[in-house]
């Protein structure tokens, strides 16, 4: 029997890092218990880290669950078609009270090679930045393996790559290859394939309350990289009440809304829509049914649900699959 769908929220699942700090709490209002909390996992798949439903009827039923009785009206037939029974996306908010380790992702291709997984092409919005701080986003000229490789055993790796000072409502986007890492100081959302396949390059000698280093992946890396200057940062419009769009590639369209008032919102059955309200508050109203919303809140609206309106005053990101 088919169940009735409804906007959907979930549990943060939460991940305690080596560089996270306490902002998760103070800032987007996740109920994390540990001074070094470095993500917030708002909508997963990933194996052993599935989201549950946190509101509703459906609440206690996980992701995959709900995928798997009703794929079409969850996901949409563009998005079964092209990945069958599969979320393809991740959702997270990071803090980084630390700098994060130099890292890359592979692409589809060596991802599925080596780890029967997903690549990891994704997006950052620049949630909150103290002053100064800053992102690492490819190489500042074109680089090679062999110049790569002795920049980093010299610990000069820094000297080569791209350093951006960046403020709230910064978007960058980051190819698979990118060398990259988020810099201290920064609350980010992230939007991201399904995918928890990471190389370390360089953790800046850094160690643990147990006094280990990190692994790095040094090799793996090397076929990975993508050795040209990227521009990754994305300019977008702010039209009020609107959809303005920031990112389109194979894996996720992102739009920003910058909610004044009241806007209605017409979706087909394609794709379903990620609601991630990174300021201000807001109402959907679908069906006569209202679902408050707060900086921080996460929600998924199944693609069945076609017809609904947005109020309040809030920058909402808004993701689906074109």
């Not at 890292?103 to 997006?123: C, I, W, Y």
Request: aromatic content about 10%; charged content about 25%.
């Amino acid at each position: 029997m088919q169940k009735k769908l409804y906007p959907l929220q979930f549990d943060p699942i939460l991940k305690e890092r080596i560089w996270g700090g306490e902002k998760l709490k103070s800032l987007l209002n996740k109920p994390i218990v540990s001074s070094i909390t470095g993500e917030s996992w708002e909508l997963s798949t990933v194996e052993g880290d599935c989201s549950v439903i946190a509101n509703g009827d459906l609440k206690g039923t996980t992701l995959m669950q709900i995928i798997e009785e009703q794929p079409l009206d969850v996901l949409g037939t563009r998005v079964f078609h092209k990945f069958g029974k599969q979320f393809p996306l991740l959702f997270k908010f990071l803090d980084a009270r630390e700098d994060l380790s130099i890292q890359v992702h592979p692409n589809d291709a060596l991802a599925k090679k080596r780890h029967n997984s997903f690549g990891k092409t994704e997006m950052w919005y620049v949630m909150q930045a103290d002053p100064k701080s800053r992102l690492i986003v490819g190489f500042k000229e074109d680089s090679n393996p062999t110049e790569y490789l002795q920049k980093l055993e010299s610990k000069e790796i820094l000297t080569i790559l791209d350093t951006k000072e960046v403020q709230k409502g910064d978007v960058f986007f980051l190819e698979t290859g990118t060398v990259h890492a988020i810099g201290a100081g920064l609350v980010i959302a992230e939007i991201q394939q399904t995918s928890d396949i990471t190389y370390r390059l360089y953790d800046f000698d850094r160690k643990d309350a147990q006094g280990n280093t990190r692994e790095l992946h040094v090799d793996l890396a090397l076929e990975a990289i993508n050795y040209k200057k990227v521009n990754t940062q994305k300019e977008y419009s702010k039209t009020s009440n609107h959809s303005n769009g920031v990112v389109v590639c194979p894996y996720f369209t992102t739009n920003f809304i910058p909610l004044d008032g009241k806007m209605e919102v017409t979706k087909d059955k394609e794709s379903f829509t990620v609601y991630m309200v990174v300021e201000g508050s807001c109402m959907l109203k679908i069906d006569d049914e209202e679902y408050d919303y707060k900086t921080g809140d996460t929600v998924l609206i199944p693609a069945a649900l076609q017809l609904f309106t947005l109020s309040g005053k809030a920058s909402i990101l808004e993701i689906y699959i074109s």
